[in-house]
């Protein structure tokens, strides 16, 4: 499947591509992170997790918003917030694990965030960047977002 995924990315935008230069937390850390400052216990599946620098994850963005363009996968009101979240998500893993570094994390700390917005129910990305802080991307748009202190509080899921 990576094979295919990287045949038809290959030409124009390249994969941004992580490094070993990375903070790396094991899954409990990641897990008591999220109850302590959200109050919601991560759906995690991987031991390990490679938190990316701001820099790579603004690169990643321009490269996935350039993808769903490529196939067609634009906002339109219709496919709707949990979908873009959940295909970032899974882009960025495709890029961590087409990455060439030796020894990396098994997972990368870039998630689904998942809240009450004052539109209703919303999901964006959560990325757990180089300092253990977290920062939130809209998905459909690519622009990070500042999430008010209720918003963050409103969580009900959160998955790496």
Not at 30 to 54: E, H, I, Q, W
Not at 63 to 81: F, H, I, M, Q, S
């Amino acid at each position: 499947m990576f094979k295919f995924l990287r045949s038809i990315f290959s030409k124009g935008e390249s994969i941004p591509k992580s490094t070993s230069e990375h903070l790396v937390l094991d899954s409990s850390k990641v897990s008591d992170m999220c109850f302590g400052n959200f109050g919601v216990r991560p759906v995690l599946a991987d031991a390990s997790y490679a938190c990316p620098t701001k820099k790579w994850v603004g690169k990643f963005f321009v490269w996935y918003r350039w993808c769903c363009a490529r196939v067609g996968v634009v906002w339109k009101g219709c496919y709707d917030c949990d979908d873009f979240a959940r295909l970032a998500a899974a882009f960025a893993q495709i890029s961590h694990y087409l990455s060439d570094c030796e020894d990396k994390p098994q997972g990368l700390a870039f998630g689904e965030f998942w809240y009450d917005s004052e539109l209703g129910p919303h999901a964006v990305n959560i990325i757990l960047i180089e300092d253990s802080e977290a920062i939130w991307y809209e998905p459909q748009t690519g622009k990070e977002l500042n999430l008010t202190d209720e918003e963050k509080e409103s969580c009900c899921h959160i998955r790496f």
